[in-house]
């Protein structure tokens, strides 16, 4: 069974030049830094699957390897609150599967122990 991160951003204003340059910019420096070659990482739907009134939408199959999870996660979060701080006045939906993912105005999106560094070397982690 696969768990997936989902993600998608709502408003009735569609993307501004300047919002889609920070969305690209923000896509590839989480795809130049992610930590694993052969994993699913932060992945944004093109035109044709995003639905009425959203200006992103995306999913991140975890892995299976309980290692990489947690990592995996906390990049992927990290991403989506730089994305989500890029685009003012947007409605965030951010969940995995059917758990929500809370919003930390501080934090950003992050689960608990997802930094836990004792948690991820147990479960195999880097």
Request: with cysteine.
């Amino acid at each position: 069974m696969s768990v997936s991160l989902y993600y998608t951003a709502s408003r009735p204003v569609p993307l501004t030049a300047t919002e889609t340059a920070a969305v690209e910019r923000i896509v590839a420096a989480h795809v130049s830094s992610f930590p694993y070659e052969y994993e699913a990482c932060l992945h944004l739907y093109s035109d044709g699957g995003v639905g009425p009134g959203e200006i992103v939408a995306g999913s991140t199959k975890m892995p299976r390897d309980l290692g990489r999870v947690l990592p995996v996660i906390t990049h992927v979060l990290d991403s989506v609150t730089e994305l989500r701080r890029a685009l003012p006045g947007a409605e965030w939906r951010v969940h995995l599967d059917d758990s929500d993912v809370p919003w930390h105005e501080d934090e950003g999106y992050a689960l608990p122990r997802m930094r836990d560094a004792d948690l991820i070397a147990k479960l195999g982690g880097p």
